[in-house]
């Protein structure tokens, strides 16, 4: 039954020139802001320079957090944590994909908080309040621009967790689709995946009557498999890459999973491999995603699978049900690997060794997922199934 609440609060510029906005948008939150920016591609493709005319231009005052990785590392939110504190900073500027968004979300919240960051990761501590913060989005894949998600990885530990908070919701994000143009194939495709994964997570659930989120979540799967393919072989497809970046936004902003049982086991189980083995996070997620759907395919699951099929890959409604559920699986891995992803685990460097380890921390907290509970041995034996 259809019961929820709903705030979806953050402002959204989407298109060609809102950069343009910054400046306003700026001066609504704040006159000292940090930017937060990754390993360099937003220097060599111009967004960088953009940016800081505009904040000169505006007289708008700025310290820099530069090198945020790919998997931040939860000693960089420490860094921008001090910046922020030693320099009275108001607002935070994300300029990024999700993992400078994610960074910059744990400082802002770091900010109010006097203990260490990684307690909003261990359940030690509860996320109340943070600084504002603004994103301009480079990489469409995570949607963090749109929710109150972040994920940061301690390498000490060997750990990648989640944390949530609402105040960790931007207050605003400029969405340009020209600014993704520079995006290498392999983060496209990386990206495509990981949008489809969280459509995915939230389309497999044991919610019955929730249709309109569910059409929406097939439009969506659909615009993926129309438009990541166009956006790797053609960059600069206007199209292509403005309808990846929207809809990597509507797929985790929480409009597909209001009134909703989530899943969430593949992403439990992929962020064990990226924690370790530090690998692109939509690159494991496809890998994992086929082998998840063959081993929760069953009599109770046996329908939504025919309903994915039939309506996302248009496969014969005819056939046999578990034929359609079964081809619908293999449709998924081979578009997957039509995009340039590698299919194993072995692929991308990850042998048996650690398998065990990763299933029992993936477990440490509860079974993983809800469309089908999974316990220590059936994240093993995913894991095993994805080896090759
Ligand atoms: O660091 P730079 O030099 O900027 O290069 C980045 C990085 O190497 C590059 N890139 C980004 N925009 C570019 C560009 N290269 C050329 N042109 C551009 N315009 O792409 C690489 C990957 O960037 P990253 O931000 O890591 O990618 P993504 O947006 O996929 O974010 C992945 C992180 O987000 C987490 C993942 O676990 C991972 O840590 N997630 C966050 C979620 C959330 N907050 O809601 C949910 C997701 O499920 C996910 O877990
Ligand atoms: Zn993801």
């Known amino acids: 039954m259809l019961n929820f609440n709903y705030s979806i609060p953050t402002n959204i510029y989407f298109g060609k020139g809102k950069m343009d906005n910054l400046p306003k948008l700026i001066k609504q939150y704040g006159s000292k802001i940090l930017m937060t920016y990754g390993g360099g591609s937003i220097k060599s493709n111009g967004i960088y320079d953009k940016v800081v005319n505009l904040l000169k231009e505006n007289n708008i005052e700025y310290f820099e957090l530069g090198g945020v990785d790919p998997n931040p590392r939860v000693t960089t939110v420490r860094e921008g944590i001090k910046i922020c504190k030693e320099n009275n900073v108001d607002f935070i500027l994300a300029l990024g994909g999700g993992s400078v968004i994610d960074c910059s979300k744990t400082i802002a919240a770091g900010c109010y908080y006097d203990g260490d960051p990684w307690d909003f990761f261990i359940g030690k501590a509860r996320i109340k309040n943070a600084l504002p913060l603004g994103t301009v989005v480079t990489l469409a894949a995570t949607g963090s621009e749109m929710n109150g998600n972040a994920v940061i990885s301690n390498v000490d530990t060997e750990e990648k ?50 249709y309109i989120q569910d059409r929406m979540a097939e439009a969506l799967l659909k615009t993926c498999i129309k438009y990541g393919p166009i956006a790797i072989n053609d960059p600069e497809n206007y199209e292509a890459r403005a309808n990846l ?102 692929e991308v460097g990850i042998g048996e060794d650690k398998l065990k380890e990763m299933a029992a921390k993936a477990t440490k907290r509860g079974p993983q997922g809800n469309f089908k509970k999974l316990y220590e041995e059936d994240v093993l034996k995913i894991y095993l199934s994805s080896l090759k």
């Open 161 to 210: 967790l989640l944390t949530y908070g609402e105040a960790l919701k931007p207050k605003f994000s400029i969405l340009d689709p020209v600014n993704t143009f520079t995006v290498p194939k392999t983060q496209t495709a990386a990206g495509t995946a990981d949008i489809m994964s969280h459509i995915f997570e939230q389309y497999f659930s044991t919610t019955e009557g929730a």
């Open 245 to 346: 970046m929207w809809v990597s936004t509507l797929a985790l902003n929480n409009l597909l999973t209001y009134g909703k049982v989530t899943d969430w086991a593949t992403h439990g189980m992929e962020h064990e491999l990226s924690a370790i083995y530090d690998i692109t996070h939509g690159v494991g997620l496809a890998i994992l995603t086929p082998n998840w759907m063959t081993y929760v395919l069953d009599d109770s699951t046996l329908d939504k699978f025919v309903e994915y099929g039939v309506n996302v890959w248009d496969i014969d409604k005819t056939q046999e049900k578990i034929t359609i559920a079964r081809d619908a699986i293999k449709r998924t891995k081979e578009f997957f690997i039509s995009l340039g992803i590698p299919s194993t685990l072995t």
